[in-house]
């Protein structure tokens, strides 16, 4: 079973940065894409950004330009560097990976930008 643990939430003020981690059980290169999908009260999962097994990157476009997804093939983690944080940036954010017809989810990380 392919298990994902997501950390480095937190609480930062607007302005701020955070940088989430990913660490996959499994090569990322299993994978046809890992990213990160997010949450906020009372809305729907949304997708934020992704990285392919190319190194090609696909980002929301409420997020470009502010967040930046990498990757550590030799470590299997995926990061998430989120810079100019807004309070609509505020939810519970999700690791996944990607194979054909299947999704595999982390837990998720509390992500809260408040003043």
């Known amino acids: 079973q392919v298990q994902l643990v997501e950390s480095g939430g937190g609480l930062v003020q607007p302005g701020g940065s955070l940088k989430l981690s990913c660490a996959i059980s499994?090569?990322?290169?299993?994978?046809?894409?890992v990213g990160w999908h997010r949450q906020a009260p009372g809305k729907e999962r949304e997708f934020v950004a992704s990285i392919d097994v190319n190194g090609k990157t696909i980002y929301t476009d409420s997020v470009k330009g502010r967040f930046t997804i990498s990757r550590d093939t030799a470590k299997n983690t995926v990061f998430l560097q989120m810079n100019s944080l807004k309070p609509g940036d505020t939810a519970v954010y999700y690791c996944y990976s990607n194979i054909p017809f299947r999704d595999y989810w982390g837990q998720g990380t509390q992500v809260t930008v408040s003043s």
């Open positions: 499994e090569s990322i290169f299993d994978f046809n894409s």
